[in-house]
T-cell receptor, first 114, second 110 residues
Framework: SAVISQKPSRDICQRGTSLTIQCQVD?????MFWYRQQPGQSLTLIAT?????????ESGFVIDKFPISRPNLTFSTLTVSNMSPEDSSIYLC???????????FGEGSRLTVL | DAKTTQPNSMESNEEEPVHLPCNHS???????IHWYRQLPSQGPEYVIH???SNVNNRMASLAIAEDRKSSTLILHRATLRDAAVYYC???????????FGTGTSLTVIP
């Protein structure tokens, strides 16, 4: 199994600012992903964080708005840039080890943009 | 990715079995069927997954129809801690991403 820690767990941000969320896994993992979960909704995949290269973004998400880093096999960051109230959401980091079926999740980072 | 269809919500009495259905009529031969659940204020957690045969683990059982166009997650004895949103997800064996549908919100009645 893998334990995933996210920081911050929650934050209140001003419109127009940017916030970086950190994701730390307690073991090396092959795949890391970032999801968004808006209030009362399901999870939407933002991107796959690729180690040592640019992230792979899903339709509707772009690097300028959600830059992602993954410098090694245990750590990734997601930045939410130039925030607006529509970005208020829970952002979840997840990871897979090898080719097993199981996906592990962090507790999420709840962002409120005023 | 193939889509899944689940009821929006279900209720169960405590200590009774719960059968959570999932339809996936466009499933392909290489799609695995995964179930995750999300307890309130937590990230999703793995429940079970399978390809063709029924599967059992300590949390639940997964019954897969012979034509694989539907599956059922079975909680053998619901507890209050099982109240959560349950997601049925298809993942191609060659793909890495998991795409979540709307899920079923399970309420367990004491």
């Amino acid at each position: 199994s893998a334990v995933i820690s996210q920081k911050p767990s929650r934050d209140i941000c001003q419109r127009g600012t940017s916030l970086t969320i950190q994701c730390q896994v307690d073991s090396q993992v092959t795949m890391m992903f970032w999801y968004r979960q808006q209030p009362g909704q399901s999870l939407t995949l933002i991107a796959t964080a690729n180690q040592g290269s640019e992230a792979t973004y899903e339709s509707g998400f772009v690097i300028d708005k959600f830059p992602i880093s993954r410098p090694n096999l245990t750590f990734s960051t997601l930045t939410v840039s130039n925030m607006s109230p529509e970005d208020s959401s829970i952002y979840l980091c997840s990871a897979r080890q090898g080719n097993t079926g199981e996906l592990f999740f962090g507790e999420g980072s709840r962002l409120t943009v005023l | 990715d193939a889509k899944t269809t689940q009821p929006n919500s279900m209720e169960s009495n405590e200590e009774e079995p719960v059968h959570l259905p999932c339809n996936h009529s466009t499933i392909s031969g290489t799609d695995y069927i995964h179930w995750y659940r999300q307890l309130p204020s937590q990230g999703p957690e793995y429940v079970i997954h399978g390809l063709t045969s029924n599967v059992n683990n300590r949390m639940a059982s997964l019954a897969i129809a012979e034509d694989r166009k539907s599956s059922t997650l079975i909680l053998h004895r619901a507890t209050l801690r099982d109240a959560a949103v349950y997601y049925c997800i298809l993942r191609d064996s060659t793909g890495n991403q998991f795409y979540f549908g709307t899920g079923t919100s399970l309420t367990v009645i004491p």
